[in-house]
């Protein structure tokens, strides 16, 4: 159920521009002739779900499962065969198919509209055409990126921990976290042991039987996911920070 939601309020994978995964998932609704806008109405049919779940105990999934996969009467059976005349015999059908076009009446006209698309393609717009393109000069974009508010907050909760929040408009809901853990200490000829202490963290699971199950179970029932890696910078001091401000400023 987690997992779900997560996949929904995310709306893709991010490797693509938000608007364009959204357009997208909308266009799988509206090509088979329902609302596109469903794709972004799941609210609704989330709260409506977790009440079912709570009431239920959690055996909704499992009521669909038994009823339609273990208690389904229904079935199909698919045997498939190799033909090594397949090939042959579909190159033979293809040959037919395009003899009997060129019999038909309307053959003659799809040739001429053959030619005036190829004709068409290959003409140039003229300049009239070309201004209805809508276009953006680079004096339209933007020079700086977003900026957000953000809070920084010293001793969060008298943990010792210094935390920074900050909201994003389009998170749907979604609260992104980083954690640093100070690795500074660690002695240098230690130090390539760190991508093997990042993989351990999540692939070893918990301290108990079948833990690394149990940990992957944990992290989807829980979070949206978990990774974890190294990072290797540079901490500069206020001091360093002053110095390199100057310098940039006689530029």
């Known amino acids: 159920m987690n997992t779900i939601e997560f996949q929904l309020r995310e709306l893709g994978s991010g490797n693509d521009p938000q608007g364009i995964d959204i357009f997208l998932n909308a266009l799988n609704r509206w090509n088979y002739d329902e609302d596109p806008k469903s794709v972004l109405q799941y609210e609704r049919a989330l709260e409506d779900l977790k009440q079912t779940i709570i009431e239920s105990g959690s055996e909704i999934f499992v009521s669909l499962i038994k009823e339609s996969l273990i208690q389904n009467n229904h079935r199909c059976v698919l045997e498939l065969y190799p033909d090594i005349n397949l090939a042959k015999q579909q190159n033979e059908q293809e ?132 990774s974890i890696e190294t990072y290797v910078g540079t901490i500069h001091t206020s001091h360093q920070l002053d110095n390199d401000a100057k310098e940039a400023s006689y530029e």
């Open 95 to 226: 040959k037919q198919s395009l003899a009997a076009l060129l019999k038909t009446p309307e053959y003659p006209s799809i040739i001429q509209e053959s030619n005036q698309l190829k004709i068409i393609q290959a003409t140039d717009d003229t300049p009239e055409v070309l201004a209805m393109i809508p276009t953006l000069a680079l004096q339209d974009l933007p020079h700086t990126g977003d900026e957000y508010p953000i809070r920084i907050e010293h001793n969060a909760h008298d943990s010792g921990v210094t935390v920074v929040t900050h909201e994003v408009a389009s998170s749907f809901g979604i609260a992104y976290v980083d954690f640093g853990l100070e690795v500074s200490n660690i002695d240098f000829d230690d130090v390539h042991l760190l991508p093997l202490l990042s993989r351990m963290m999540l692939e070893i699971g918990k301290d108990e039987p079948n833990g690394d199950v149990n940990l992957a179970r944990d992290i989807g029932m829980h979070t949206g996911g978990i």
